[in-house]
């Protein structure tokens, strides 16, 4: 026979091995480079707020209390007490001196709508000195 008729004898190499080991590598690189691009950056830096379940001492603390009509009350000392408009808590605020830190404790029925709410805090959002506590129930209980 001729020997030029007769496919000529392939040369096994440890390279032609590796080629599809190459190609599944970076069709998984291009997959994580991609879907690492999902996630959007935030445009800007935001710190985010803390809380605690300190106990606050409530002695020397301005109590301010606001029921479910959006009534608000001031140092309310007995059932004597009477209403007063978001005005007159700004004036309030307003006489207090501007130097020392104030703490102020505020009781928020459960039931008052966000504009209500906004209506006090805006009273007092003029005072950088206000340290303002606002209360909740612990677990269900007062």
Do not use: C, W
Request: charged share 10%; no cysteine; net charge neutral.
């Amino acid at each position: 026979m001729n020997r030029n008729l007769l496919p000529a004898a392939k040369k096994i190499s440890g390279d032609e091995n590796l080629i599809p080991l190459i190609n599944i590598v970076f069709l998984l690189l291009i997959f994580f480079m991609v879907a690492g691009q999902f996630k959007t950056a935030q445009s800007g830096a935001v710190q985010l707020p803390s809380s605690s379940q300190s106990k606050v001492e409530n002695s020397q603390a301005i109590k301010i209390i606001i029921n479910q009509q959006g009534e608000i009350f001031l140092n309310q000392t007995g059932a004597t007490s009477h209403a007063i408009s978001p005005q007159a808590l700004s004036e309030y605020f307003n006489q207090l001196p501007s130097a020392e830190p104030t703490k102020v404790s505020l009781y928020a029925d459960q039931n008052l709508s966000a504009a209500q709410l906004h209506l006090a805090l805006g009273a007092m959002a003029n005072y950088p000195q206000l340290s303002i506590n606002l209360h909740t129930r612990n677990g269900g209980r007062d």
